[in-house]
């Protein structure tokens, strides 16, 4: 009978008072997180090639509505990511990290298709902080890394499901482009599948 009673009143919480859940609000922030991982890549000019493990990515996010139109809003979104994609394997010896930062603003467009639901895309750009490999060549030749900063473009998108008048879950994607051959990625684009949520206010 508990049990009963407990699944009764959350799924009052969840599913009624769909009135409340997107009310007038223009604040957010949120805490999100997701797989990370890195590509096989050779160094310019060598025959070294480099590696590295699966990791993590872990982004927070504010955003601030500016316009409303309707129920479509526009925001000022502004985002800090930290990807760890885990320690360098090589066919010489490697030390070091292909940690990737990016810090990002653009504008997030907010469309409801439900009192609940949300489908969102943010366009913006900002500067990141990398690791990138180095080769230091002689009889003993090892990989190291070192930090580099990089103009960065940042587009990506997702949902945000509302739990409740100050709660959501959101799913997104966001793909950074920068530099090439930065933090264990062949070529500019650095994909970060995020999962997290978001306290509305």
């Keep these: 009978m508990r049990k009963r009673v407990l699944m009764g009143l959350l799924v ?3 599913f009624c008072g769909a009135a409340w859940a997107q009310g007038i609000q223009n604040r957010d922030m949120s ?7 890195t590509q096989s890549q050779t160094i310019g000019g060598t025959n070294v090639t480099l590696s590295g493990s699966k990791g993590w990515n872990a982004q927070s996010d504010f955003g601030y509505q500016v316009a409303r139109a309707g129920a479509v ?21 490697a030390v070091g990290r292909s940690d990737f930062s990016p810090i990002t603003a653009g504008l997030r467009f907010m469309v409801p298709v439900h009192p609940r639901l949300s489908f969102y895309v943010v366009p913006g750009g900002g500067y990141v902080s ?8 002689g009889a003993s030749p090892t990989i ?32 950074f482009v920068t530099g090439k051959d930065l933090a264990g990625v062949t070529g ?5 599948p995020l999962f997290g949520v978001a306290l509305h206010f």
């Design 188 to 192: 500019r684009h650095h994909v970060a």
């Design 130 to 137: 990398a690791r990138s490999p180095v080769l230091t060549a």
């Design 12 to 14: 009052v919480t969840l």
């Design 73 to 93: 809003s526009l925001m000022v979104d502004v985002s800090f990511l930290f990807s760890n994609a885990g320690g360098l394997f090589a066919n010489v010896p």
């Design 144 to 175: 190291s890394t070192h930090d580099t900063g990089h103009g960065v473009f940042a587009f990506g998108g997702g949902a945000d499901v509302r739990l409740s008048k100050w709660w959501s879950v959101r799913a997104e994607v966001r793909d």
């Design 31 to 37: 805490l999100s997180a997701g797989p990370s991982w």
